[in-house]
């Protein structure tokens, strides 16, 4: 359990104005986005019954919300709102900060952002525990930031942007505008090594337009062409999200595509390696043919494969992506 600190500096100190500066900022960010996505679902942010529900500790019990309320609804903004928060690296720490804070002032209008931050922050907390620490965990698992969080330092920039890829393909139907689905195009190249960086900066430049037109649907594919493979997979899959009330539970299984499992190695055995074997798995690879992955796992099987998770994963019934592990695995990429 994270240990956090039991208050600010003392009032009239240097390290005092310093504290304050940095957590007024952080409060700032914080209330924008809570804002911003409440607004955006047309609602109202959930009133706690009482001041003392709303300065609560963090991890009491939860404040009655608003009367009239959806519950769903808000849940659905609060994930939402965590999603966000997670992808701006927000953690547990900047949010007891911002209490700290918010506990000076007992007026009214901070209420709804102290329940809203109460929520975040035992959501935030939670996930020390709910990252992937075991095999199975890694199966069970349905949040691909907890995800993405423990494979961080551990995995190619290649599998990492392929990712980004395959969340836009997700979104593709709501990328009408040519440039981004040429910058998702240009993406998947640049990670297979026959698009130069010049062609992403180039995509990366092209999609700024596209981000100025309101209520478009652009940020995914722009996020896609972003230097940082990593940052391309995180928001990415954040703003593939957004309005696909699903879709998280979908991006862990991508990522279980993508990614074998951490905690188990599976090395390719020169035997499973038959001239079929490489043929199958060359033309998925090449044709993004996925519905053949059944095929692969017999002729795998055939050969003599009988990890249970190579051919249980040729055989689920998806999704799939370029980048699969298993094919990747057979014909050697990384």
Same mark, same amino acid.
């Given at each position: 359990m994270p240990c956090f600190s039991s208050g600010p500096p003392n009032t009239g100190t240097s390290e005092y104005e310093a504290w304050l500066t940095d957590t007024r900022r952080m409060l700032d960010s914080f209330t924008h986005v809570v804002d911003y996505y409440y607004r955006k679902a047309g609602m109202e942010m959930p009133e706690p019954a009482s001041p003392d529900d709303a300065h609560g500790p963090p991890d009491g019990g939860g404040a009655q919300a608003t009367p009239g309320l959806d519950p769903d609804e808000n849940a659905r903004?609060?994930?939402?709102?965590?999603?966000?928060?997670?992808c701006d690296d927000v953690n547990v720490f900047h949010l007891n900060e911002i209490r700290h804070l918010l506990r000076q002032d007992r007026a009214a209008r901070w209420r709804g952002y102290l329940h809203v931050l109460n929520h975040c922050f035992r959501a935030l907390r939670n996930g020390f525990r709910d990252r992937p620490t075991t095999g199975t965990m890694w199966v069970e698992c349905g949040n691909p930031a907890l995800m993405l969080d423990h494979l961080?330092?551990?995995?190619? #920039? @290649? +599998?990492?942007?392929? $990712?980004?890829v395959a969340c836009c393909r997700r979104v593709q139907h709501l990328?009408?505008?040519? @440039?981004?689905?040429?910058?998702?195009?240009v993406a998947e190249r640049f990670a297979e090594g026959t698009a130069a960086v010049g062609d992403l900066e180039a995509a990366a +430049? *092209?999609? @700024? +337009?596209?981000? +100025?037109? *309101? #209520?478009?649907?652009?940020?995914?594919?722009?996020w896609a062409v972003v230097p940082s493979a990593e940052d391309a997979a995180r928001y990415a899959a954040w703003n593939a999200f957004v309005d696909r009330d699903d879709e998280i539970s979908v991006q862990a299984d991508l990522l279980r595509c993508i990614f074998p499992n951490p905690f188990r190695t599976v090395p390719a055995d020169s035997r499973w390696l038959t001239s079929t074997v490489l043929c199958l798995a060359r033309g998925i690879y090449e044709d993004r043919a $996925?519905?053949?992955?059944?095929?692969l796992g017999d002729a795998l099987e055939d050969a003599g494969c009988a990890d249970v998770d190579v051919l249980a994963h040729c055989r689920r019934a998806g999704p799939h992506a370029l980048g699969c592990w298993v094919v990747d695995l057979v014909l050697g990429l990384n």
């Open positions: 903004v609060l994930q939402q709102v965590l999603l966000h928060l997670d961080r330092g551990k995995v190619s #920039g @290649r +599998k990492l942007r392929l $990712f980004a990328l009408v505008d040519e @440039r981004s689905q040429d910058a998702v195009e +430049k *092209r999609m @700024r +337009k596209v981000g +100025k037109l *309101r #209520g478009y649907y652009g940020p995914v594919a722009a $996925f519905d053949r992955m059944p095929i």
